[in-house]
């Protein structure tokens, strides 16, 4: 049961055998969330404090801890609304961390309302510029984040 404290979460699922580690940034002034591994084709949720800001981003484990596409959240923000993006302003090279976030109601959808980031990089539901609208809201508090690379995705790169 969802506490106080913890009444939001984060789901990362990846999508792939990689194992990867989660890094959290918080915005200033906001608690630290401690990184987490994930094992290929596993998910792990996390549970994310009251009112948190910041952001997330996946590396291959044991690999160098430079940020990549980030998974951006704000909890409980104006109107008690959850805000999220995928932003690849950082790094728009990283194709094998972060790739989607959206709300965990719309998990089993095929085609989902409320959805930011790309199955495969680059898409047009990505924030790649500070002026663009890609911020998404929602009143849920449990959101999923998916890693890595789908093996239902196909590639139209020619070989």
């Known amino acids: 049961a969802a506490t106080l404290a913890n009444a939001n979460s984060i789901t990362f699922i990846n999508q792939d055998d990689t194992t990867r580690e989660v890094i959290f940034t918080p915005s200033a002034g906001y608690q630290a969330i401690d990184t987490i591994t994930i094992e290929g084709n596993k998910q792990v949720k996390v549970d994310i404090p009251i009112s948190w ?40 090279t990283d194709t094998n961390g972060v790739k989607q976030i959206f709300p965990a109601s719309e998990l089993e959808s095929t085609v989902k309302n409320l959805v930011s980031g790309c199955i495969s990089f680059p898409c047009t539901t990505a924030y790649y510029a500070p002026a663009d609208i890609q911020t998404v809201t929602t009143k849920e508090t449990d959101l999923i984040v998916t890693l890595g690379n789908s093996p239902d995705v196909v590639s139209r790169e020619v070989e």
Do not use: H, R
């Open 53 to 92: 800001v910041g952001n997330a981003y996946a590396v291959t484990e044991g690999a160098a801890k430079i940020p990549g596409m980030l998974a951006e959240v704000t909890f409980q923000g104006w109107n008690d609304f959850t805000y999220f993006d995928v932003s690849a302003i950082v790094n728009p």
